[in-house]
């Protein structure tokens, strides 16, 4: 089984500043067919679903801000968020879809500092 | 515009059973694969299992906690999945959420609102 694990657990930055997680998975989700990481990133408030923020990696969802961007590869992966917003204080998960059990990272708590 | 819609949930004491529904709308439920995943209060996401499309003959794989309990089905003519939950214990305490697969791959592109299934006595 992949194991994704994030880091940090919670997270305080100031408004405007540059937010950064990470996210390890035990195994690369790097398709070698495909040369696509299957790796999401999801972004979720209290009482809602999650929402999805960056597919394969680093390709932006649509309607996703652009202060958000995802890089990395094979099993180390991060999400950045360059200029931090209010509204941006939710909890953050990856999660891989190379393998099965779907696994997702604990969460990343970001708050404001 | 894509709709995902649990229903279904509600309190059940342990060693029961309950089913969640999941009406779509929007796309060709066969076109995708369907997954369920679940989040218990306070904690982080799990899957629960997914349903292949028509093109990988609806086939089902489970996580490991709940296999042999859980069962996943569709009736695509019904634009409906489902999750068959026996066997119910205070641990499957959690929101259950149903999600879409993208056409054609396995990423995920859309979920539904989720739907509390409450185990207790």
């Known amino acids: 089984d992949i194991v994704m694990t994030q880091s940090p657990d919670s997270l305080a930055v100031s408004l405007g500043e540059r937010a950064t997680i990470s996210c390890k998975s035990s195994y690369s989700v790097l398709s070698t067919a495909s040369y696509k990481n299957s790796l999401v990133w999801y972004q979720q408030k209290p009482g809602q679903p999650p929402k999805l923020l960056i597919y394969w990696a680093s390709t932006r969802e649509s309607g996703v801000p652009d202060r958000f961007s995802g890089n990395g590869s094979r099993t180390d992966f991060t999400l950045t968020i360059s200029s931090l917003q209010a509204e941006d204080v939710a909890v953050y998960y990856c999660q891989q879809h190379y393998s099965f059990p779907i696994s997702f990272g604990q969460g990343t708590r970001l708050e404001i500092k | 515009e894509v709709q995902l819609v649990e229903s279904g949930g509600g309190l059940v004491q342990p060693g029961g059973s309950l089913r969640l529904s999941c009406a779509v709308s929007g796309f060709t439920l066969s076109d995708h694969c369907m997954d369920w995943v679940r989040q218990a209060p306070g904690k982080g996401l799990e899957w629960v299992g997914r349903?292949?499309?028509?093109?990988?003959?609806?086939?089902?794989q489970y996580a490991a906690s709940v296999k042999g309990r859980f069962t996943i089905s569709r009736d695509d003519s019904k634009r409906s999945l489902y999750l068959q939950m026996n066997s119910l214990n205070t641990e499957d305490t959690a929101v259950y959420y149903c999600?879409?697969?993208?056409?054609?791959?396995?990423?995920?592109?859309?979920w539904g609102q989720g739907n509390l299934v409450t185990v207790s006595s």
């Open positions: 999600v879409r697969g993208a056409y054609d791959t396995s990423r995920p592109d859309f």
């Open positions: 349903s292949r499309g028509k093109r990988y003959d609806y086939i089902t």
